[in-house]
């Protein structure tokens, strides 16, 4: 009897499932006919309503990140104010008039959020051209997960990317960085007493004192005088009339002598006027062209230019008619005669090669793909002589030579070739996906032994991270909401206008490590403190407060409609969690600094900041445990769980009878159907958040 009903449910849910197939097909047919697209499937219509979702939650990051960025006043054009996201919203808005649909966000969105500021326990090497240093990271993780993030990003769990930071870190059991000293001071001196010397404003032992040196004395008369300047002038100075300023010959400064004026000679206007290339003697001349009953000079030349064009048109004019003649004739009205000492000769020689007196040899096959390249040097004369070789030869391996008496290797050097390319081993590198830039690596050293020595560092390093993180928390702030630990993690990143950090710094400052360190961490910590002191003000009604704003998923929208426009937002969704790491040699500096950032911008400000110190594994410092943390759903295979879920009502064997094209209705059903609870059970996480 069950066995009748269940095969009549069957044929049952086959015949509805053949009609909802026919119609299907026919508004598919009819939406052809009027050019309008498919309806979407059900699956589809699952990703559409969590793509609602997540702009929900977009838009109101948006709006808070425009109440944290500074006005553009740097850029000129035509220019207007940012349209804010929840405005679209507003009755009239745009999304209103298009007939948009609204969901509201996930209630994760609005617990509280951690942003976290990480630093590598050592310098991580980065390469050629930039210096050791510490690496950082920024990120977002729920409140109550931030002690097992930190434990996971401590571990070979981590990712790829982090991973290969903790790979060429220099850590203690490596080899020291090899430091290239340059000797600057000379054999036989003591380098640390010339650099005492330099900052005491000494050298050699004795100070040096610089005076002004007297001017030195002319001869009295004045033709002397004038053959002097004269000489000096032309660098011709005779001996006898240089001065003697002493027993000790003294290094004179003086200026260039066209521009020295002598103190004991009473410059005149004829003087001056003698003096070449001097404006002095040369008053101003009034034009001739300012007189009206005067004609002026160009216009005189430009009738003399007139009248020598018209003078060649007349003698040349009977020439040009006569080769115009001739062309139109096919005549020959001109004659070119060819130049033998211009035309190559080429020489064949006996062996048949070809030759130009110039020195050219045509290409052969030998040499066709590149004459220079298919020679080696040989030992007689490397730079001149050469000998030919084929190709095919110059790019064939370099055969391994066993080792042969020194008297050998006279007669076995010119079998080899020599000076051929290879591949750089920063592309082997590439190829491979190994990180092979240590220093105690060669470089020409195999793919397989830059993977043993890989393992062997990571063999050493991984079990010491359980007790001494390389990731340790250097700044932790907590918020309230997903939406503002996002806009924060996103903003401090960068200076307010979008210019990293790095790039804000010299280009000779970054090659020093410990001063390009101490920068960037204190750029980091600026950038941070400035955000979080400047969101405590809006958030309590500076400049209007935050538009777009929620604090729980079924709020629309803080301004929209008015909504939440004459409340005051509560203090504990306010308030701003401040953690710093103890192991930083000044956290009490910046706990301070947070402190009187917030006593000068107001009680009201202040009122929001709880501070607290954090150990190297993220723990607090002040007693407090964080909040317990919660299991979050795996929004990755929802289709698998939606699958299950649609198919549970019906056994084993007619799940198995189903063809999959039967199967994909069945979910593609269940989904439409429930769509807007699959949607939020799948949209929990976000993917620029952390999870353990």
Not at 454 to 459: A, Q, V
Request: glycine share 6%; aromatic share 6%.
């Amino acid at each position: 009897m069950l066995q009748r009903t269940a095969k009549r449910l069957i044929s049952t849910k086959a015949a509805d499932v053949y009609a909802e197939r026919q119609a299907a097909t026919a508004l598919r047919q009819k939406a052809e006919l009027l050019n309008e697209p498919p309806p979407p499937s059900g699956v589809e219509e699952v990703k559409i309503t969590k793509r609602r979702i997540g702009k929900a939650e977009r838009d109101e990051r948006m709006d808070i990140t425009l109440a944290l960025t500074p006005v553009r006043t740097y850029m000129g054009g035509f220019t207007r104010p940012t349209d804010l996201r929840a405005s679209n919203w507003t009755s009239g808005g745009r999304y209103n008039e298009i007939g948009k649909i609204y969901h509201p966000p996930p209630a994760a969105a609005y617990e509280p959020h951690t942003v976290f500021l990480l630093e590598s326990r050592y310098n991580v090497v980065h390469g050629i051209g930039r210096a050791d240093c510490h690496d950082h990271i920024v990120g977002v993780c729920r409140e109550s997960d931030f002690p097992a993030v930190l434990k996971k990003l401590n571990s070979s769990e981590c990712g790829h990317e982090y991973m290969e930071s903790m790979d060429n870190a220099r850590w203690p059991f490596l080899p020291p960085k090899k430091v290239k000293h340059v000797k600057w001071w000379e054999s036989g001196e003591n380098p640390e007493e010339l650099v005492r010397q330099a900052l005491e404003g000494e050298a050699d032992g004795e100070t040096k004192r610089y005076s002004e040196p007297e001017p030195p004395v002319l001869p009295g008369n004045r033709s002397e005088r004038r053959a002097l300047k004269l000489a000096m002038r032309s660098r011709k100075v005779p001996t006898e009339l240089l001065p003697v300023s002493g027993s000790s010959a003294v290094q004179i400064r003086t200026f260039y002598s066209s521009s020295r004026v002598l103190a004991d000679e009473k410059t005149s206007r004829s003087d001056r006027a003698s003096i070449p290339g001097s404006s002095w003697a040369r008053p101003h001349k009034p034009s001739q062209d300012a007189d009206d009953n005067v004609v002026p000079t160009y216009y005189v030349e430009r009738k003399k230019q007139r009248a020598s064009i018209s003078e060649r048109k007349e003698e040349e004019g009977g020439l040009m008619a006569e080769l115009s003649a001739g062309i139109l004739s096919d005549g020959v009205a001109a004659q070119t005669r060819v130049i033998p000492e211009k035309i190559p000769v080429e020489v064949r020689g006996p062996d048949g090669s070809v030759r130009h007196p110039s020195g050219f040899e045509p290409p052969t096959p030998e040499t066709e793909f590149h004459p220079s390249a298919s020679k080696i040097a040989t030992e007689e004369d490397p730079m001149l002589t050469t000998i030919k070789i084929p190709w095919d030869s110059a790019l064939a391996p370099e055969p391994e030579v066993e080792s042969e008496p020194a008297n050998a290797e006279a007669s076995s050097s010119s079998s080899v070739v020599k000076g051929i390319r290879g591949f750089h081993t920063s592309a082997v590198a590439r190829a491979s996906e190994v990180p092979i830039e240590y220093e105690h690596v060669p470089q020409d050293a195999p793919v397989e032994e830059a993977k043993a020595v890989l393992k062997r560092i990571r063999e050493q390093y991984l079990p010491t991270l359980s007790k001494e993180p390389f990731w340790r928390p250097l700044l932790s702030l907590t918020f309230s909401t997903r939406p503002i630990a996002l806009t924060i993690s996103r903003l401090a990143k960068s200076h307010p206008r979008g210019l990293p950090f790095y790039a804000s710094i010299n280009d000779h400052d970054r090659k020093f490590g410990p001063s390009y360190d101490a920068r960037i961490r204190n750029m980091r910590l600026e950038r941070m403190a400035g955000l979080t002191i400047e969101l405590a003000k809006v958030m309590s009604g500076e400049r209007g407060g935050i538009i777009g704003v929620r604090f729980k998923p079924e709020e629309r929208g803080r301004g929209i409609d008015g909504e939440g426009l004459d409340d005051k937002i509560p203090l504990e969704k306010r308030i701003v969690k401040i953690g710093v790491g103890e192991w930083y040699p000044l956290a009490n500096e910046v706990k301070e600094a947070f402190q009187l950032d917030g006593e000068a911008a107001g009680d009201h400000v202040t009122e929001t900041l709880q501070i607290f110190g954090l150990d190297e594994f993220g723990n607090r410092t002040d007693g407090v445990a964080w909040p317990e943390s919660k299991t979050i759903r795996e929004g990755k295979e929802w289709y698998k769980s939606v699958e299950k879920r649609a198919l549970a009502n019906l056994s084993s064997e007619e799940v198995e009878k189903m063809t999959p094209k039967q199967r994909k209705e069945i979910i593609g059903d269940y989904c439409r159907e429930h769509k807007v609870q699959i949607a939020y059970d799948t949209t929990d996480r976000h993917h620029s958040v952390y999870y353990p």
